[in-house]
């Protein structure tokens, strides 16, 4: 037999042995239960099932929300045959933990991963959709379109900017955008859109409610880390930042409608107040 031929026939007998992929669950905790094998908390199971276009997830550290966001994220890719889901943090190392467990997840469920994915923070699925994750600068996120799902980790410490430059991809496509973080300050688009924002779909889960983590723990971390640190880190508590001199409340309470701007005008700022 030609050599062609032959390896012709090889691929169309180790093709034969594979085994078929299984279709991919319409019920997101049914795919959990498969792709990550653990235990949900409640919070977990009822944001899975929704189907809210905007969610905000302000959970303490180890709540288990990029592992429920990465659940979300894989779902959508193979559920819907050419999605394009993106990835965004302030950082390529923090773009990079939750490509990872995405990337983890997939190859668990049987499907080779392309060598060169994790250089790339991106891959192609099966069914042609694609996950791209990106450092969270403006500049490099213009030129995507098309979004079926945006997400935002570390959502409090992004710049302003980004939120701004991202939120047009979903206007053709529809797509759904998740922002998840712990508070940084009374400050950004995180704390002012968790406190005032329009049309989104909020879940706030404390360390204390968590029942994986003791509480012997927890009072270590409180004396470690001193009241700001911890109240943000495990209470999800937005607090004001350490070097303002005025409180967030009392400045609130200073601004006025009646008070023309000495510059530009309270239309221009997103959130409604003066700039």
């Known amino acids: 037999m030609p050599t ?25 905790l049914a795919f959990a ?27 303490h550290r180890q709540g288990g929300k990029s592992t429920t966001t990465a659940i979300l994220a894989l779902h959508k890719a193979l559920a819907d045959p050419g ?50 994750a990106l450092p969270g600068k403006e500049r490099t996120v213009r030129g995507f379109s098309g979004v079926d799902l945006l997400v935002v980790d570390e959502a409090a410490r992004v710049e302003d900017e980004l939120y701004f430059a991202v939120r047009p991809m979903l206007a053709v496509s529809g797509g759904r955008l998740l922002m998840l973080s712990t508070p940084f300050g009374k400050r950004g688009v995180f704390f002012e859109e968790f406190t005032q924002g329009v049309g989104w779909e909020r879940y706030e889960v404390s360390a204390t409610d968590c029942p994986r983590i003791p509480e012997e723990f927890l009072e270590e971390e409180r004396r470690s880390l001193g009241a700001w640190w911890y109240e943000q880190e495990y209470l999800c508590r937005f607090k004001d930042t350490v070097d303002s001199v005025f409180s967030h409340e009392d400045v609130s309470a200073a601004m006025s409608g009646e008070v023309t701007p000495l510059f530009g005008s309270a239309e221009q700022s997103p959130f409604g107040g003066a700039p």
């Open 4 to 28: 062609a031929e032959r390896l012709r026939a090889e691929i169309a007998a180790l093709k034969a042995r594979r085994p078929a992929r299984r279709s991919v669950s319409a019920d997101r």
């Open 83 to 132: 999605s394009l889901v993106l990835l965004l943090a302030p950082s390529e190392r923090q773009s990079k933990e939750l490509f990872t467990k995405i990337a983890a997840m997939y190859r668990g469920l049987g499907h080779p991963l392309p060598a060169d994915s994790h250089r790339k923070l991106g891959m192609e699925l099966a069914g042609g959709s694609r996950i791209e």
């Open 33 to 59: 239960r498969e792709a990550a094998d653990f235990t949900l908390d409640a919070w977990q199971g009822e944001m899975l099932r929704s189907e809210a276009p905007r969610i905000l997830l302000n959970i």
